[in-house]
């Protein structure tokens, strides 16, 4: 059972800028798949940002162009670097991962962006 922490959320100005972090309880280095998603209130959980064993990455519309994802495998982190950040950016963030058929959720960090 893989366990994913994320942190890194808080209250920022819109325009401004948050790096979240999601930590492994196991090494990323196979993980297939890392992704974050999001859940705004009264909103469906929605797909941010996704990138593969390879190195590829996939983003929603929405945010394309002001987020980049990333992983390090030495330290079994995943990151979402989100900048100029809207109102509508508001939500819970989680992180996802992928790995031999089994996926993990983690427990989710708070972003919330004032206008």
């Known amino acids: 059972q893989v366990q994913l922490v994320e942190s890194g959320g808080g209250l920022v100005q819109a325009g401004g800028s948050l790096r979240l972090s999601c930590v492994a309880s196991?090494?990323?280095?196979?993980?297939?798949?890392m992704a974050w998603y999001r859940q705004a209130p009264g909103k469906q959980r929605e797909f941010v940002a996704r990138?593969?064993?390879?190195?590829?990455?996939t983003f929603a519309d929405s945010v394309k162009g002001r987020c980049t994802i990333s992983r390090d495998n030495a330290k079994n982190t995943l990151y979402l670097q989100m900048n100029s950040l809207k109102s509508e950016d508001t939500g819970v963030y989680y992180c996802?991962?992928?790995?031999?058929?089994?996926?993990?959720w983690g427990q989710g960090t708070q972003v919330t962006v004032s206008s």
């Open positions: 990138i593969t064993t390879s190195g590829a990455t």
């Open positions: 996802y991962l992928m790995r031999l058929g089994d996926y993990y």
């Open positions: 196991e090494s990323i280095f196979n993980a297939n798949r």
